[in-house]
């Protein structure tokens, strides 16, 4: 059974970059879009981007778009979100799931605060 597993989170300046990585376990990656979402205290979860399964195809969210971008490894079975000139407001948790959809399997979480 597919498992996700998020990493990367942490404490960032604004203006500062982080990379997320979404490791997979369990089954293969090749098959999935892979989808980055965020959610903030007390907010709706929100799409930031998904990616095709083989990498061709990624869409972001308007509020990401030319600030973050998402990548695969398909051999090392892990999805990466680069995220450059944070801001405040992408403060948030980012979960990757396997699917563009947030009901599909996600992993726990990583924390991303973005403060001076």
């Known amino acids: 059974q597919l498992q996700l597993v998020e990493s990367g989170g942490g404490l960032v300046q604004p203006g500062g970059s982080l990379r997320l990585s979404c490791a997979a376990s369990?089954?293969?990656?090749?098959?999935?879009?892979i989808g980055w979402f965020r959610q903030a205290p007390g907010k709706e979860p929100e799409e930031v981007s998904c990616i095709s399964s083989r990498g061709d195809i990624a869409n972001y969210a308007n509020s990401v778009k030319g600030r973050f971008t998402t990548s695969r490894d398909n051999a090392k079975s892990t999805v990466y979100l680069q995220m450059n000139n944070l801001k405040p407001e992408d403060t948030a948790v980012y979960y990757c799931?396997?699917?563009?959809?947030?009901?599909?399997?996600r992993g726990q979480g990583t924390q991303v605060t973005v403060s001076s």
């Open positions: 799931a396997a699917s563009c959809l947030f009901s599909g399997t």
């Open positions: 369990g089954s293969s990656l090749d098959y999935y879009s």
